[in-house]
């Protein structure tokens, strides 16, 4: 029987792991849109200093073990059969030293966790004048309010870059988990209940994340974007934002308000013409919330379906023709006045209707001041 | 201390009738083929979880997958954990404490033999109770640790309380075996064998059925709430009318935590009495060993909110629940460096049941350093609910329990069959499972780390997640493969294996001073213990330097041969498996309520009639 460790095999499985740290090194630093180990923030900087640190730690462990056992393993195979093996029982001079090492080592790593636990401002300090938005987690798509403002939004949040943002994070029905990796770490949407998160981010940019909470049928399509902007923009974009949607009059889209207010209206609200809302106790508290995704100004955005489709008038048609061909969902289950809500049922709209729709959403422009 | 023995004079039961056919399986109370079902069951189910793994895999392999469908997907994870937790892991250790307690403690059975079977055949038949939804109606598929309220949401649907009502009927089962374990291990050792002389896997088995014990209870709990939201019009998890979802978490992972330490316990075990053989030394710091493996029973206790780091617990639990996990490495650690310091020194011989508790060491090491970087809890809000998690869980998991479980499944095969699986085979089954696990969960800290969500369906292009899921899925795929090379060993061995002496490894412990495979009545003269490791210093003396020096042969210290007349052995019985039959039906009652109440009171009727029957019926039967 051939030994398992002779200097061919050897050369072979130095090669493959060098290939493979090569490979994992490689994998760490790409620019990758939902990279945690590339922070966008100070936030997410600072857990991932502190990542850093505690890696490289259990680097050098996994390295000092592993080849302990590799040692091991090659110096004291049995090459007689008649080998002589001293019965060594133990040494308590060294369970000693090998419990103590490592408390030592876990209590160097405990302080800076602790530190950065409690740094991680989950509600940053007054004096930073942090942005305030409350998030409620839906199954399957995240609103966004923003009470400074007055207004309510869907799946992707413009923030001012450079400025702390305060999130309010609850849910509507079940737990979700809010996550932007290169933001910060996540926080559970739990209902009942207001958890809280800053995100901050330096420079404008897309940031994107996904809920991270099993949350149902649709959990992976259930995203979110965050478009940090230059102050001066993100201003513009509030106030915008805040306004009314114009209601066309003539035309298609005036074909798809009269549908609207036929169909879309029971859930979706448009500001400032059809205003639908539910009120949940959370913190013992009543807290208004929407019941589908507010459409005030659905023009402006990127992406729709939670965040997963690009807002093109191909997935739109296709969505508005019946919303589980793009999304797995079970409106059929929807007891609206019990908060259960899963989904948005097929209309069994006409290419008429789904015509005059898409107009009208494609209406609902953002006119920035 | 106390022992029991069966030596009742004079009936002489030691050849019942029935011994082959399914009748005789099926009221067995010897506790070498209950553990050899819990073990079949076990594979069986590890197959099972092992093809909803590959569906997984096959549906992630690419982005925007379409092999299964969002509602077929969450099944398919959801009892993928769940199988493999509750009907492959904890079962393979029922198998080998089954199996073996007995034998390592120089005992003729456990103390409770028909309890033991009762313990079986409840497993048996919540396993086939879980799986029964699948065809009717659905499988589970809130996950397998069940989230409130989204565990309670549709409460039409069935397929939620067959995963409740199958948990906590496992949960008896576990009970029940852990009951036994104890007294066994507590009242049932041979003459000489003080606790410290008990083997290391004894030792494992009776920590876990103490972490069981105490564990169950808070999970049957949060279980009996989710069942009553789901069909009494209970609000415990009801946020809106003031019930509260956090605290289905903290149930489940007062649990759950403990829980992990009943998978991995039984496989530390395995591997400090596999290492020691083929390394012809003692464990080092085997009291170490020992008591490192009850400080982490204990500690176990003390860590369950990490799994929670992303709750909201607020930063002071935060950084207590850190300390507390952070600090449970260090008993984990230190059972490693005795397993070097056992092999240091000594003659290794790499049989296949050496190898894979090498590579236990070697995937462990991963594991565990990844839970520790899951302690700093703010690394773990990016952590928590990524790949990075179920890296981290299958490290421990497959590359721990399930590499240490075949390490003993190697090991004691010859015992139990008196046939050597061939070592050829067995070499390209652990090289092939090694490099097929590594290729399936290494990527996976990658897909954590780069943003990718655990139990999704399907993920984007352009996040970076492509390459390492094509891997992870071929790597999958390469386990299977590993899986049929073992298949393979198994039949093959089956059919024309070598023939195993009673102790083909040179083994130190007792059970390998009996014949393979071992004789219904396992001892034929229950041995006086005199030292840990007793058999191997009845074959082996030390010189004024310490080496090892053989003073007998095997077969001059093993066992009598011949059994002495008048030897009683439990008798079999059907109740145990009756009473469970009883469970199964007043549990696909409870699923159907209300009109589920009429099979269940049947049901019930029929746990009746086996416990009666159970509780009047002499252990001794008298054969006219």
Redesign the interface.
């Known amino acids: 029987?051939k030994h398992?460790l002779d200097s061919r095999r050897r050369r072979r499985i130095f090669a493959a792991v060098v290939v493979?740290v090569a490979l994992?090194l490689a994998?760490?630093s790409?620019e990758?849109?939902?990279?945690?180990?590339n922070p966008a923030g100070p936030e997410a900087r600072?857990?991932d200093d502190?990542?850093n640190l505690?890696?490289w730690i259990?680097t050098v462990?996994?390295v000092i073990?592993?080849a302990?056992?590799i040692y091991?393993?090659i110096r004291?195979?049995?090459?007689r059969e008649d080998?002589?093996?001293?019965?060594?029982?133990?040494?308590p001079r060294?369970?000693i030293a090998?419990?103590i090492i490592?408390?030592v080592i876990?209590a160097i790593?405990?302080v800076p966790?602790?530190r950065?636990?409690?740094d991680?401002r989950?509600e940053p300090d007054p004096s930073e004048n942090a942005l305030v938005i409350d998030v409620i987690g839906h199954q399957w798509w995240w609103e966004f309010s923003y009470p400074e403002y007055g207004f309510t939004t869907a799946n992707e949040m413009h923030i001012p870059a450079g400025r702390a943002v305060s999130l309010n994070i609850t849910s509507a029905?079940?737990?979700h988990?809010f996550?932007v990796?290169q933001l910060?770490?996540?926080?559970?949407a739990?209902?009942?209940?207001w958890?809280?998160l800053t995100i901050e981010a330096d420079e404008p940019g897309v940031y994107?994340?996904?809920?991270?909470?099993?949350?149902?049928?649709?959990?992976?399509?259930m995203r979110q974007r965050v478009i940090a902007e230059t102050p001066e923009d993100f201003e513009a974009w509030a106030r915008a934002m805040a306004g009314p949607a114009a209601v066309p009059t003539e035309g298609l889209a005036a074909e798809g308000w009269a549908t609207f207010e036929r169909v879309c209206a029971a859930c979706h609200t448009v500001q400032g013409s059809v205003e639908v809302s539910r009120t949940?106790?959370i913190d013992g508290e009543d807290v208004e919330v929407a019941l589908a995704p507010n459409l005030t100004h659905y023009a402006s955005r990127t992406t729709f379906g939670g965040a997963?489709f690009e807002n093109t008038t191909e997935h739109l048609r296709a969505w508005l023709a019946n919303p589980s061909d793009l999304k797995?969902m079970d409106p059929d289950?929807n007891i609206i006045d019990q908060?259960?809500i899963l989904g948005m049922p097929n209309f069994g709209l006409d290419d008429a209707e789904i015509d005059g729709l898409i107009a009208l959403l494609q209406s609902f422009t953002l006119e920035r001041p | 201390m106390a022992t029991l023995t069966h030596d009742a004079p004079p009936t002489s039961t030691a050849h019942e009738p029935g011994k082959r056919g399914l009748w005789s399986w099926i009221t067995t109370t010897d506790h070498k083929r209950i553990g050899i079902l819990y073990g079949l069951s076990s594979l069986f189910f590890f197959l099972v979880g092992g093809v909803e793994a590959l569906f997984i895999r096959l549906q992630l392999a690419a982005p925007n997958g379409e092999v299964l469908?969002?509602?077929a997907y969450?099944q398919m994870f959801t009892m993928h954990g769940t199988t493999m937790v509750f009907l492959v892991v904890m079962p393979a250790a029922g198998a080998f404490a089954n199996y073996l307690l007995p034998l390592q403690l120089g005992a003729r059975d456990v103390a409770f033999p028909r309890l033991n079977a009762f313990s079986f055949w409840v497993f048996f038949f919540g396993g086939v109770f879980l799986y029964a939804s699948f065809f009717l109606g659905g499988g589970a598929d809130?996950?397998w640790f069940g989230?409130a309220?989204?565990s309670t949401?549709?409460d039409?649907v069935v397929r939620m309380d067959y995963w409740a009502l199958g948990l906590l009927v496992l949960g008896v089962a576990s009970v029940a075996s852990s009951i036994n374990f104890v007294t066994t291990a507590f009242t049932m050792r041979a003459p000489g064998m003080t606790l410290m002389r008990m083997p290391v896997f004894s030792w494992m088995v009776v920590v876990i059925s103490f972490l069981l014990l105490f564990s169950l209870p808070m999970v049957t709990v949060g279980l009996v709430q989710v069942f009553f939201d789901r069909n009494l019009g209970t609000l415990f998890y009801d946020?809106?009318s003031?019930?509260?979802?956090?605290l289905w978490q903290h149930l489940f992972w007062l649990f759950g935590h403990p829980e992990v330490y009943v998978l991995i316990l039984p496989a530390m075990g395995i591997v400090s009495e596999v290492l020691p053989t083929f390394?012809?030394?003692?464990l080092?710091?085997?009291?170490?060993v020992i008591f490192s493996g009850i400080a982490i029973g204990f500690m176990g206790f003390g860590v369950w909110a990490h799994h929670m780091f992303?709750?909201?617990l607020g930063?002071v639990a935060?950084?207590a629940f850190?300390?507390t996990t952070?600090?449970i490495?260090?008993p984990t650690?230190?059972k490693?460096?005795?397993w070097?310091?056992t092999?240091?020194?000594?003659?290794?011989?790499?049989t296949t049941a050496m190898?894979f508790s090498?590579g236990f060491?070697?995937m462990f090491?991963?594991g565990g350093?990844?839970g520790?970087?899951h302690?700093?809890?703010?690394?773990?809000?990016?952590q928590?609910?990524?790949y990075y998690v179920v890296a981290h869980f299958h490290y421990v998991l497959f590359g721990g329990a399930i590499f240490g479980i075949f390490s003993g499944i190697y090991f004691w095969w010859p015992k139990l069959t008196g046939k050597l699986l061939d070592?050829?085979i067995g070499?390209w089954h652990f090289w092939l499972m090694l490099l097929g696990f590594n290729l399936a969960f290494?990527p996976m800290h990658?897909l954590g780390?780069?943003?990718?969500?655990?139990?999704?369906?399907?993920?984007?292009e352009?996040?970076?997640l492509d390459l390492?899921n094509l891997v992870s899925t071929i790597g999958a795929f390469l386990i299977a493969v590993s899986m049929l090379v073992f298949l393979w060993n198994w039949w093959r061995t089956a059919r024309k294996g070598t023939r195993a002496s009673g102790d083909p490894w040179d083994g130190r412990t007792l059970e390998w001073s009996i014949a393979s495979p071992t004789p219904e009545y396992n001892f034929a003269r229950i041995p006086t213990v005199e030292a840990e490791d007793d058999f191997w210093h009845r074959k082996?003396g030390?010189d004024e330097?310490?080496?090892?020096v053989p003073i007998a042969t095997a077969e001059e210290v093993s066992d009598d041969p011949e059994p002495p007349a008048g030897l009683h052995l439990p008798s079999p019985s059907y109740y145990p498996a009756l009473t469970g039959a009883g469970i199964f039906v007043t549990l696909m009652g409870l699923v159907y309520l209300p009109w589920g109440l009429i099979p269940a009171a049947v049901g019930a009727l029929v746990i009746l009639w086996g416990l009666f029957g159970w509780s009047m019926e002499p252990i001794v039967k008298e054969h006219h």
């Open positions: 029987m398992e493979i994992a994998a760490c790409t990758l849109p939902q990279n945690s180990l600072k857990i502190l990542f505690v890696f259990a462990i996994f073990v592993e302990a056992l091991v393993v004291y195979r049995r090459r080998q002589q093996v001293k019965q060594v029982h133990g040494s060294l369970e090998w419990t490592p408390v876990l790593v405990a966790t602790l950065t636990i409690f991680l989950s029905d079940v737990i988990s996550w990796p910060n770490g996540k926080r559970d739990v209902p009942g209940r958890n809280h994107l994340g996904q809920c991270a909470e099993f949350c149902g049928l649709a959990h992976a399509d949940i106790p997963s797995p289950r908060g259960r | 469908s969002a509602d969450n809130g996950g989230y309220p989204l949401q549709i039409e946020a809106a003031g019930g509260e979802p956090i390394s012809r030394k003692p080092f710091g085997r009291s170490f992303t709750s909201g930063p935060e950084a850190a300390l952070m600090f490495a260090v650690g230190v490693i460096f005795n070097l310091g092999m240091w020194g000594g003659s290794l011989r790499f190898l090498i060491i070697a090491v991963i350093l990844s520790v970087t302690s700093i809890v703010p690394a773990d809000s990016q928590h609910d990524s070592e050829r070499k290494a990658f780390l780069n943003g990718m969500p655990r139990r999704t369906y399907r993920y984007n352009g996040l970076g390492w082996y030390e330097e310490g080496n090892a």
